[in-house]
């Protein structure tokens, strides 16, 4: 079975500065997927990034990067510039190509940006 | 934002009741999920469905059972609720090429 582990459950990073959240996973798999979500106080979820693991490029989305390291099974997430609006919890999850494509969930970092 | 609901958005009830949470979706998806998120576990996959009356046990199925009469509708049944199930519960669909699972809002369940 897959596993996720999110060793931080908290973080916090002033405004407009750096924080990268730490992801690692366990699987036996060649192909699947990574993600992170994002889940304000709202609670909604909402996709953050998604990396396929047979890319070897890392993924980006505007401020969001990831640093994917498929031999580590390591998925890290870089937010730059940091907002106020990104205080969330954050989850990374993996999902094997087939079976269902279940997602697999990590137990989330809360990361709170201060002004 | 893609079409799901979930009713109730709030429930209180008691041990040893029965409840159903519904999910509704407008997107003719194929794929529903059903999840639980506790503190210090993530979300955790309950059951999920691969079409009309086609489901399949998750990670944490043991005391809650669905069902699928039709596309739209994915129902999740605690036939005698406990307080191990207090939880927030969110459904989701996956979007046709499995890229991405979209969730609905949530129901925090509560059982006393």
């Known amino acids: 079975a897959q596993t996720v582990t999110q060793s931080q459950p908290e973080m916090s990073v002033q405004e407009a500065e750096t924080v990268t959240l730490s992801c690692t996973y366990d699987?036996?798999?060649?192909?699947?997927?990574l993600f992170w979500y994002k889940q304000p106080p709202s609670r909604q979820m909402i996709l953050v990034i998604r990396q396929e693991a047979y890319k070897q490029q890392n993924a980006t989305e505007n401020r969001f990067s990831v640093n994917f390291q498929k031999a580590a099974k390591s998925f890290s997430l870089k937010i730059s510039d940091s907002q106020l609006g990104d205080t969330a919890m954050y989850f990374c999850?993996?999902?094997?190509?087939?079976?269902?494509?279940?997602?697999?969930f990590g137990a989330g970092t809360i990361l709170r940006v201060k002004s | 934002d893609a079409g799901i609901t979930q009713s109730p958005r709030h429930k209180v009830t008691e041990t040893g009741t029965p409840v159903t949470l519904r999910c509704h979706q407008t997107e003719n998806h194929r794929y529903m999920y059903w999840y639980r998120q506790d503190p210090g576990h993530g979300l955790r996959l309950i059951h999920y469905?691969?079409?009309?009356?086609?489901?399949d046990k998750g990670e944490v199925s043991d005391g809650y059972s669905v069902s699928r009469s039709k596309t739209e509708d994915f129902l999740l049944t605690l036939e005698s609720a406990t307080s191990s199930q207090t939880s927030v519960y969110f459904c989701?669909?996956?979007?046709?090429?499995?890229?991405?699972?979209?969730f609905g809002p949530g129901t925090r369940l509560t059982v006393t």
């Open positions: 469905s691969y079409g009309v009356k086609d489901t």
């Open positions: 989701a669909i996956a979007s046709p090429n499995f890229y991405e699972q979209y």
């Open positions: 699987t036996s798999e060649n192909n699947y997927y």
């Open positions: 999850a993996f999902m094997k190509h087939v079976d269902g494509n279940k997602l697999v």
